[in-house]
């Protein structure tokens, strides 16, 4: 069956890479092969970033290219940019009254109810993801989809092409109790596991196009 694969890059991150570092070097293509049933013949992996911020690490937006360039080695693979937006914002203070400090009367004043954050949101991956997910299903450029994420945003896009156009959807969670309404809407549910990624590395270094060696970072090994 032609599977075109639909990989929320941040998702994945956040849900199963952040802490492991070893498993950041993932191939998105091999783990969906892992995953799906061998019926489902890929002919596609639509995988959505955004740049990184070197706000907090400098090295990271290095490595983040790394691991692009990694990807470009897979012909089924492409790319698909968002945007991060940072801006400074006042944000709620959560704090209970048992840990105010306590001020000399004379000096006591109202404590404040906001403080000014530093907020960097990622801008767009959603939206692309939902937008070439109903593209290829008007266009029947699929048998099967697989959506590998975990966010509500997705729900009325799967559901309109699940319902409305009859396509197959599936859903790659990379959580052990993915959202009800994800589920709702999917017709079938596969959940990875640290295993499957763990087995779905690229090799220690991969050769681009050009034969340029393209190493694993050593901060991942």
């Known amino acids: 069956m032609r599977t075109i694969v639909y990989v929320d890059g941040f998702n994945l991150y956040y849900r199963l890479l952040e802490s492991r570092p070893r498993l950041k070097w ?9 995953v799906l049933n061998p019926v489902n013949r890929i002919l596609q992996v639509r995988y959505y970033t955004a740049r990184v911020s070197g706000r907090l690490d400098p090295t990271s937006p290095a490595r983040q290219q790394i691991y692009l360039n990694a990807l470009a080695t897979v012909p089924e693979i492409s790319v698909h ?6 801006s400074t914002k006042f944000a709620g203070l959560v704090h209970p009254p048992d840990f105010r400090p ?4 004379p000096m006591a004043e109202p404590w404040p109810n906001v403080v000014k954050v530093h ?5 767009g991956s959603d939206v692309n993801l939902a937008s070439h997910l109903l593209l290829d299903a008007f266009r029947g450029n699929f ?15 799967i559901r309109i092409a699940t319902e409305e156009l009859g396509r197959t959807v599936g859903l790659l ?12 809407v999917s017709r079938f549910l596969r959940t990875i596991s640290v295993g499957h990624v ?3 590395q690229f090799p220690e270094s991969v050769v681009a196009d050009d034969g340029a060696l393209i190493q694993r970072p ?3 090994a």
């Open 26 to 34: 993932v191939n998105p293509k091999a783990l969906a092969e892992r």
């Open 81 to 86: 940019m968002g945007t991060f937006l940072s």
């Open 102 to 105: 306590r001020l000399p009367q």
């Open 119 to 123: 907020k960097t949101e990622e801008k």
């Open 143 to 157: 048998d099967v989809a697989a959506v590998l994420s975990n966010d509500s945003d997705l729900v009325e896009p």
């Open 173 to 184: 969670t990379p959580v052990s109790n993915p959202n009800p309404q994800l589920r709702r």
């Open 198 to 200: 763990a087995a779905s």
């Open 218 to 220: 050593s901060q991942w």
